[in-house]
């Protein structure tokens, strides 16, 4: 079932040698490097050396479907490579296919202007700089994105800016070079049509970094997550993406194939820490015999597998159904992914953390840190309960009564 086309297969083949022959190793180095003092937020040299070397290998921007850009993959095909990367918190970076940047460069491909294509989608392709997507607001509940207040207001030749946003993943990546804004353009319009995206460069006088944010103390750096200001910040109307009011139009496009991508990563993370939960259960002796002999390990091991296959085989399902029936046709299933995976890898994590004792805690263990990314995606690209929402009135809506 969910069979990989024969070019998927080799791609798949190889990315599998490529992260166990220079990810792996690369990866003690860049913690090595960010860890020196002083080098928090600055990048490795050796990522940008992985990454000259997956463009040279064809493994680059495996995300996009359009082979003038990238792989030319289906959904289906991209989600077992996204597995695969998602085993490592860096792999997705080294083959140009990790979030924000993917789906700001769906936003661009799918709607922006042939001068927004070449400013900024080009080097964006060719992991030139960096990007990030910000909409979330502190004073306002954004997982109802009609609450959205930052203001793009038209004056002239440019729109004006004004607002407050947060949780801007990569903001404070010194490669981060724009942010696309999403924010009110007329107030008075229908609530969904009152939002539009504008690209903001960085370096725009009156843009801010209030401060970097952090997961359970984890502040991703050198990415880094942020609280921004958008201070009366001017750009010029040709910055603004597709048009006016179709803000929520282009979030809704950007967000299936990305939800996808992160599902099937928390997959590869999940598989990791079962495999990190076996070996640990079958070695540490405890009361006489290995972990692993002892019946509560034994669920755990085995209740972690169940779900990790049940999560994959409704991911790859969301995936085909992408493919077939696009956006639109597969939300119920993108809402039921969103639901279930991210649920399922806190779970099979956390179980690796308790087997593990106090070394699934501290620093020596990568699982506190999956942790965290599991859990933030129980709230990242709307909450757990949005999606619920969602599912139940489709479900409603569906039934014959
Ligand atoms: C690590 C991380 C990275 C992120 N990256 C980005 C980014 O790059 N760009 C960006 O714009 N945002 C980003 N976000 C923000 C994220 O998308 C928002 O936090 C999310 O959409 C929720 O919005 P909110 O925080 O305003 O929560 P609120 O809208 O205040 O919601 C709070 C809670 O209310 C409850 N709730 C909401 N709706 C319902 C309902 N219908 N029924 C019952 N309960 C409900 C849920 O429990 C929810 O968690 C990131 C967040 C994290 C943690």
């Not at 490529?18 to 913690?31: D, I, L, S």
């Not at 998602?86 to 460069?105: K, Q, Y």
């Not at 820490?273 to 755990?300: D, W």
């Amino acid at each position: 079932m969910f069979d990989l086309s024969a070019r998927a297969q080799e791609i798949r083949e190889r990315l599998i040698v490529f992260m166990r022959e220079v990810v792996a190793p690369g990866e003690h180095e860049y913690h090595a490097a960010v860890a020196e003092p002083g080098q928090r937020w600055l990048i490795p040299p050796v990522m940008e050396e992985m990454k000259r070397k997956a463009r040279a290998a064809g493994l680059w921007n495996l995300f996009l479907p359009d082979s003038r850009h990238g792989a030319g993959l289906t959904n289906l095909d991209y989600a077992r490579m996204a597995e695969i990367m998602g085993r490592s918190l860096i792999a997705s970076e080294v083959f140009n296919c990790s979030a924000p940047d993917t789906g700001n460069m769906e936003v661009l491909h799918m709607y922006g202007n042939e001068f927004q294509k070449r400013q900024w989608l080009d080097p964006l392709l060719a992991g030139e700089i960096r990007s990030g997507f910000a909409m979330t607001e502190p004073d306002v509940a954004s997982s109802d994105a009609t609450n959205i207040r930052c203001r793009i207001l038209r004056e002239g030749d440019q729109y004006r800016i004004s607002g407050k946003k947060w949780w801007t993943t990569g903001a404070m990546d010194p490669r981060c070079k724009f942010f696309i804004v999403m924010g009110e353009t007329n107030p008075e319009a229908k609530p969904y049509a009152r939002q539009s995206m504008v690209i903001v460069p960085r370096d725009t006088p009156g843009v801010r970094i209030v401060r970097p944010l952090h997961v359970f103390g984890f502040d991703d750096a050198p990415c880094g997550h942020a609280e921004l200001a958008f201070d009366d910040v001017h750009v010029p109307l040709g910055n603004l993406i597709y048009g006016e009011g179709k803000g929520f139009e282009i979030a809704q496009g950007r967000l299936g194939p990305g939800r996808v991508h992160h599902c099937m990563r928390l997959i590869g993370l999940a598989e990791r820490a079962l495999e990190a939960m076996v070996a640990r259960a079958k070695s540490r002796i405890v009361f006489g015999h290995p972990i692993a002999r002892h019946g509560m390990a034994q669920e755990a091991i085995a209740l972690s597998r169940c779900e990790i296959e049940q999560a994959r085989l409704l991911t790859l399902s969301t995936a085909a159904a992408l493919d077939k029936l696009g956006t639109r046709g597969a939300r119920d299933r993108v809402a039921m992914i969103k639901v279930v995976v991210p649920r399922m890898a806190c779970q099979v994590i956390d179980r690796a953390i308790q087997i593990h004792g106090g070394a699934g805690l501290c620093e020596d263990s990568f699982l506190g840190q999956a942790y965290a990314g599991a859990r933030s995606l129980r709230i990242a690209d709307g909450p757990d309960e949005v999606h619920i929402m969602t599912l139940s009135k489709m479900e409603c809506e569906r039934a014959v009564v």
